[in-house]
């Protein structure tokens, strides 16, 4: 068995290397499975000879569900398998699940240009106008779709860690950062802007308005 993994907080990078992936399976014409939920018996699958292709692919969504004992499973038939088995995870995988992987042939890590993440670090009250400069900055090389899907997330994990810091699955470091810029904000304020970004994404989804002037007005209200 080949096992790939790619993982990093770089979403759309790392989303687009997996099509790749499947693309080219496909036009080899292997079988290719995805798993995404644990309704799914991962060993069983891997196991399960296809009728109409010798080669195989299997794309497991989560790396989260991959249990200790699939992980002990699969590092007793990784050599007997002809299956090619891509790890995906829509964040950053640690080292110590990394290690607890079977022999991995590719590891490819996608990770967010250090602009996008001064952006983020840059969203909270009075600091308006530097945080406008970074955007529009950004959005001459990034989708803004994309821009606010990471800042609709940010903010999201700025409430969560006001309210339940201990439940959120990140590194030591990463919620220490988030709890500093969390203390720039009023729990309320917060939960207003979760609203307000929802409504946003309605109404550039419906074509109701810009998602660039929607965002700008955001700011100019919260942040200025």
Avoid: C
């Avoid at 080219?24 to 009728?51: G, M």
């Avoid at 964040?91 to 240009?113: A, Q, W």
């Avoid at 109701?208 to 007005?217: P, T, V």
Wanted: glycine share 2%; no cysteine; aromatic share 10%.
């Amino acid at each position: 068995m080949k096992i790939i993994v790619l993982h990093g907080d770089d979403n759309l990078e790392s989303y687009k290397r997996l099509q790749t992936f499947i693309d080219v399976a496909q036009s080899r014409n292997w079988t290719i499975q995805r798993i995404s939920d644990n309704s799914v018996n991962i060993a069983e699958t891997l196991t399960t000879d296809s009728l109409f292709a010798e080669k195989r692919l299997i794309v497991i969504e989560d790396h989260r569900l991959l249990d200790k004992k699939t992980l002990l499973w699969i590092k007793k038939k990784k050599d007997v398998l002809d299956t090619t088995l891509i790890i995906y995870s829509h964040g950053n995988i640690t080292k110590t699940f990394l290690k607890s992987l079977p022999r991995v042939d590719k590891v490819e890590e996608f990770k967010l240009p250090k602009l996008i993440w001064s952006y983020l670090e840059s969203f909270y009250p009075e600091n308006g106008k530097n945080s406008l400069l970074l955007l529009h900055e950004i959005i001459k090389t990034e989708p803004i779709e994309f821009v606010f899907s990471l800042l609709a997330k940010q903010v999201k994990d700025l409430y969560w860690v006001k309210v339940d810091a201990q439940s959120l699955l990140y590194p030591a470091w990463r919620i220490g950062k988030l709890q500093r810029q969390a203390t720039k904000w009023q729990k309320e304020i917060l939960e207003d802007l979760i609203f307000e970004f929802s409504e946003a994404d309605i109404k550039s989804k419906t074509s109701q308005a810009d998602l660039s002037n929607l965002l700008d007005f955001i700011v100019l209200e919260k942040l200025v």
